[in-house]
């Protein structure tokens, strides 16, 4: 009779801080985990895994299950996550001093040191963790030393050790994930609740897609790394600008599988970038047509890459239900363009292909960054004026603007420290920044600049009918309205967010999570509700 394996307990921290009242779009399944967890359980291990998302009692879960596990294992991204997870961490030390614990993902990859300063790590596996993590289960369940797994960080005398270089591999030496490891109706019935939660990093339903229809929302990692160089990303650093990807009728072929195990109806694909490739993307569209397109689905594309593709392959995109295309312009100055090395040009195919896409149905989700290490004021308000111009032209698709946060392992950190920003020590410290486009207590935005992006904050929330309040001629209104200030890069004298929001006021209704008060304090609140 064969020995059952050991366990390994894999937690997933919330990311987003629930005592805010906030959520993420529970769509974004624990893709990190189940792709690590491939190897060991195939090979027999018990594997456990714990989502904050949708397990509240997910402390208990965790104690019960550390008891004589093999390791604890967790990944984390730049947010609360980090947080939250170094929390867990800490708890599981306390009450499994001997347990090892190894972290991956983003956030621990470029700060992998911080972990050992806190006590809280064996091990810290750097970039693509697959390969990596089963060779420290397998060190782990032999007794090796974990300084012998190539791709970690471990602590030896006090002292950060680096390991062998580990190369980045391609899919075809990695499993499928093992979908039988988590509950996909825990996720379902988080999406369709009803409640006063603020929902985060939810992309736009389907313009298509019947009101009221429940909301099966599933996710897939079908590429790692990306090529591109941006200074504001720790991707270049991470993935070495490499990027791997299943290839299209391989990918469509799994995706079909999960498609008929969980009947979800819109997929999300969760990679840095899904479209680099135009031949792959023809053969996963075609293939989804030749099975009938049963679900919507989206991913993020480049700019320039949707400029590129020729008419077919976007005819391929609509026809297979591709309904949204994440697209990061980032900066509307060809000044600003230059130094983030993203290099879009704006003038000829910013438009264009945004255009290509709305006329498809398909719908564009723009995000754009102002604040960057050494940028004018002049770049800033461009971007805000290239945005606005954007919004006036497509006006059910988001046009958002956000504050620059510098992230650790890029090079805009290294320079927004060597301009002498002081970034946070500790991990809770860094958990506080929350994600890096939201918070803007801190950021050193010029005055001008911060009120011309919140009046454009409050005006695209209005041109978008965000606002309920107040019958439907009331809102055609500041619809109207506010189509002009987009047009024209107008928002002096806001006089009518003033009176909408007497009139909220005095007919006791409530505004829109307060949006119409965006204009009385600088620097304290986000630009507009984000959806995608």
């Known amino acids: 009779m064969v020995a059952a394996k050991q366990r390994i307990v894999l937690f997933l921290p919330h990311r987003a801080d629930p005592a805010q009242g906030v959520r993420v779009s529970a769509d974004l399944l624990p893709l990190e985990l189940l792709q690590i967890a491939a190897f060991p359980d195939q090979e027999g291990y018990e594997v456990v895994i714990i989502d904050a998302m949708v397990h509240d009692d997910y402390l208990e879960r965790v104690m019960e299950a550390c008891d004589g596990a093999l390791l604890f294992g967790s990944s984390c991204i730049l947010g609360y996550q980090v947080t939250h997870g170094a929390e867990i961490a800490r708890a599981v030390r306390a009450r499994y001093p001997q347990l090892p614990i190894i972290w991956g993902g983003w ?32 060190a782990l369940e032999s007794g090796e030393d974990l300084a012998t797994v190539p ?5 030896r005398d006090g002292k950060p050790v680096y390991t062998d270089h580990r190369p980045v591999i391609g899919f075809d030496r990695i499993p499928d994930a093992p979908w039988h490891l988590i509950d996909f109706e825990e996720y379902v019935a988080r999406q369709n609740e009803t409640s006063g939660w603020k929902v985060r990093h939810k992309y736009a339903d389907p313009w298509d897609m019947k009101p009221g229809t429940p909301q099966r929302g599933f996710s897939y990692f079908s590429s790692f790394g990306c090529p591109e160089p941006c200074t504001f990303c720790c991707s270049p650093m991470v993935t070495e600008r490499r990027w791997k990807a299943i290839p299209g009728k391989l990918l469509a072929e799994r995706i079909m599988e999960c498609h008929e195990r969980f009947n979800f109806n819109i997929l999300r694909f969760q990679d840095a970038n899904f479209g680099v490739h135009e031949k792959r993307s023809n053969e996963f569209c075609t293939e989804l047509i030749n099975a009938g397109s049963p679900f919507w689905w989206n991913g993020t594309y480049e700019i320039e890459t949707i400029a590129r593709y020729k008419d077919p392959s976007l005819d391929l995109m609509a026809e297979s239900r591709f309904h949204m295309a994440a697209l990061g312009a980032e900066a509307g100055s060809v000044e600003q363009q230059s130094k983030i090395k993203k290099q879009i040009d704006i003038e000829a195919n910013l438009v264009t292909s945004l255009q290509r896409l709305n006329d498809r149905g398909i719908q564009t989700g723009v995000s754009w960054i102002i604040g960057y290490p ?48 002081k970034p946070p020590v500790t991990l809770d410290e860094w958990g506080s920044c929350l994600e890096y486009k939201y918070e803007i207590n801190d950021t050193a935005l010029p005055e001008e600049v911060i009120r011309t992006w919140k009046r454009y904050g409050v005006t695209a929330t209005f041109y978008d009918g965000l606002a309920k309040e107040g019958s439907g001629l009331v809102r055609n209104f500041m619809h109207r309205i506010s189509g002009w200030r987009l047009k024209h890069n107008q928002y002096s004298l806001p006089v009518e967010h003033k009176l909408f929001h007497m009139y909220v006021k005095l007919t006791g209704q409530r505004t829109q999570g307060d949006v119409l008060q965006l204009d009385k304090t600088p620097g304290v609140t986000p630009s507009a509700p984000v959806s995608w």
Do not use: N
């Not at 791709?151 to 602590?155: P, S």
């Not at 006006?395 to 603007?401: A, K, R």
């Open 151 to 155: 791709g970690l960080v471990v602590e």
């Open 107 to 138: 956030f621990p990859s470029v700060l992998p040191e911080r972990y050992f300063d806190e006590g809280i790590a064996d091990a810290v596996c750097l970039g693509q963790g697959e390969l990596t993590f089963w060779e420290v289960v397998q």
């Open 374 to 421: 050494g940028e004018t004021t002049e770049s800033m308000q461009a971007t805000l004026d290239v945005a606005a111009k954007i919004k006036h032209l497509f006006p059910h698709s988001p046009s958002d603007v956000f504050p620059f946060r510098a992230i650790p392992g890029t090079e805009d950190f290294d320079t927004a420290v060597k301009m002498g920003y």
